[in-house]
């Protein structure tokens, strides 16, 4: 039996499930298992065998353990890591546990059993495409370092800010994805990024219709695309770099954000860079 895990059970992740996963055995990880459970019975009920397991993206051993479950329902051919916080949802030191630090660790385990053929989308953001050029031996360090060692980064022990926290989170996913490739490349399989702008989900949907929503509408309507986007353009761009069409893609990030990052430092966008 083939395999397919999704990590972060949300809008976007089963978006890419349900155009990538047909005849698989899915495996539905999410730190919460009802939020699993929920996903696994929409899936169900559109014709996909699926299992959960409750998973912290943040702990090694939750990421061990869901390794050796989802190897135990056959070969892996798919992974799609759509799981993290935001930065108006948890504290530094939690964002860098799970979006830099767990994200790094779930490339480096599913590198070492990732069938031949197989394949790896990790969703990142267009966040970190706002923080200017870091110093070469900074990106090396978020690329190359030993997962265990990642957090104990001089420089990322000096973020003090959660959004700065988030960003640095997202750079370190497109490097380690750079630096993943090789491995995942010997083993036949490909990996990439995909950083998304604005995407209407639930939580984006609380964030439009609450205190800070004039913001993110002024910006939604200044971007090029003058809208947000949809979970349904991020899956059908995450099945195409996971197809047979995308096989000579690998180790790169892609921006689906309606332009907004072209305009936040070139555009109409540019006011951001004195509030973000």
């Not at 990590?7 to 919460?32: E, K, N, P």
Request: hydrophobic share 40%; glycine share 10%.
């Amino acid at each position: 039996m083939k395999v397919a895990v999704l990590v972060g059970a949300g809008s976007i992740g089963q978006a890419i499930i349900r155009r990538v996963a047909m005849g698989m055995h899915v495996v539905l990880a999410d730190y919460s298992l009802a939020n699993a459970e929920q996903a696994a019975k929409t899936l169900e009920n559109a014709g996909y065998q699926c299992s959960t397991i409750k998973c912290d993206l943040g702990s090694k051993e939750d990421i061990l353990n869901l390794v050796q479950f989802a190897t135990s329902k056959g070969d892996v051919m798919y992974l799609v890591n759509a799981a993290g916080v935001s930065p108006s949802q948890a504290p530094v030191h939690h964002i860098l546990q799970v979006d830099l630090y767990g994200t790094s660790v779930l490339l480096e385990e599913f590198g070492k059993v990732i069938a031949e053929g197989g394949s790896g989308v990790i969703i990142s953001s267009q966040s970190g495409h706002r923080l200017p050029a870091l110093p070469q031996e900074q990106n090396d360090a978020l690329a190359m370092s030993p997962c265990d060692e990642l957090l104990e980064l001089p420089f990322l022990k000096q973020i003090t800010d959660t959004l700065k926290a988030y960003q640095y989170s997202k750079r370190c996913n497109v490097l380690r994805v750079m630096y993943e490739a090789t491995r995942w490349g010997r083993r036949g399989a490909t990996i990439n990024s995909i950083s998304p702008g604005i995407i209407i989900t639930p939580l984006a949907n609380d964030e439009l219709h609450g205190p800070r929503k004039d913001g993110y509408l002024r910006m939604i309507e200044a971007s090029p695309a003058g809208r947000a986007g949809t979970p349904d353009e991020v899956g059908e761009l995450a099945e195409f770099l996971m197809s047979k069409r995308g096989r000579f893609i690998s180790g790169t990030d892609i921006l689906i954000d309606g332009g907004t990052t072209a305009s936040y430092w070139y555009g109409d966008l540019q006011y951001l860079k004195t509030t973000h």
